[in-house]
């Protein structure tokens, strides 16, 4: 037991001490010259300190996870990965990447960047729903699956597959159809304007909001010029708000884009009863179906399927940079919703399906009904 304790204290010492020469190293640029790190190694260093520069300052998940109890585990990720470098040759590409990596596993899935390595490490965890389901190619449908059951299939949200125009048809059509049930089927898809997902979803809420929603934007040079920006491109009194505000409060305050406040909001449905599909690849946009439903509805939405969605809804407006020199893009979202206070801590993003589907995953999800479909609508009925 003596040994092991003495080993122990050993490997501690051990690490302490090359985690001290290499912070020393980093911190003492003149000093990395005496020791030759090589230009290559002193370049990545400085890649590396650039990208965590622009994530801290910049992304507005950052700050929310540093008050959550996260700096410890945060700060050993920045020292390993500087001491990888600086001892043992790890590239910026992978540097970054893994840095990076830490946000989109644990936290949040805007954060990313377009190096090589993050891109091998993305798919952990995510169904190849190509690999299981030899016709995945999700395709807008708006059709009677029965008498009762309405299907509208919505595999985006970016707006031109389908468009606005399409979609306010077909809820129109869904409206003259005499269906009492509606499925809102979201797998595939990965996102764009809450407007498109959010338009049908409406019908299945039934209360005011049961609990606040609060998102945040992070103040900060880089992201007023992308606001401002947006600002021109769509004049907004929300973003004309919040620039204003910005101009006024320090860099690094979180300012309030946008607040709901328990018991406002209130909706009537539209229907006896709704049911939502997803699967992993259902991000942003595509996931704000499920966050409404389960604030707007007490008794008609319930949500099916196999696997989280992907996790990309705590937060939005992202932004892209260009590390200096380089070809590396980092992107982060400038708005945070403050619930990611109380979900960060299991460290699992996305949304569970109320029920899990019990059926194999279907041979062709297209512009056809298929299997889940026909068992979801039949189970609305029970």
Known sequence: MKKTNLQLCANVFRRALILSAALFILCMPSLSKVIELSDSTLNDIELFKSAVQINEQNNAIFPVLMQ??????????????????????????????????????????????????????MPIGFVNYQEVIPQYDPQPIGCKVDEDTYLLRLPSCSGDAPTMDW????????????????????????GGSDAYSLLFTEMMCD????????????NSSENNKMLRNMYEANPDTTLLRVL???DSTPAGTLINWNTILKGSDGYSPLVRKGAIIIDNFCASAGESPIR?????????????????????????????????GSNICITYPMCVDMAIRETCRNKTPGHAPDVIIPLPYPQQLTDNIDEWVLWVAKKMKE
């Open 68 to 121: 959550c109890g996260f700096d410890k585990e945060y700060s050993l990720l920045k020292d390993s990965i500087l001491i990888g470098i600086s001892t043992h040759g790890m590239p910026a590409d992978e540097a970054i990447g893994r840095y990076f990596y830490w946000f989109f596993k644990n936290f949040d899935r805007h954060t990313r960047c377009n190096t090589e390595f993050f891109g091998q490490l």
């Open 244 to 246: 204003n505000e910005a």
């Open 292 to 324: 409404m439903v389960r604030n707007y509805s007490k008794n008609h939405a319930i949500v099916y399927g196999r696997e989280h969605t992907m996790g990309a809804d705590k937060s939005g407006n992202c932004n892209m940079i260009q590390l200096p």
């Open 207 to 218: 209360c005011c909001a049961m609990k606040d929603e609060q998102v945040m934007y992070l």
């Open 167 to 190: 979609l306010q048809g077909k809820k129109d059509e869904f409206l003259k159809s005499g269906c009492k049930d509606l499925i809102l089927d979201l797998r595939g898809n990965v």
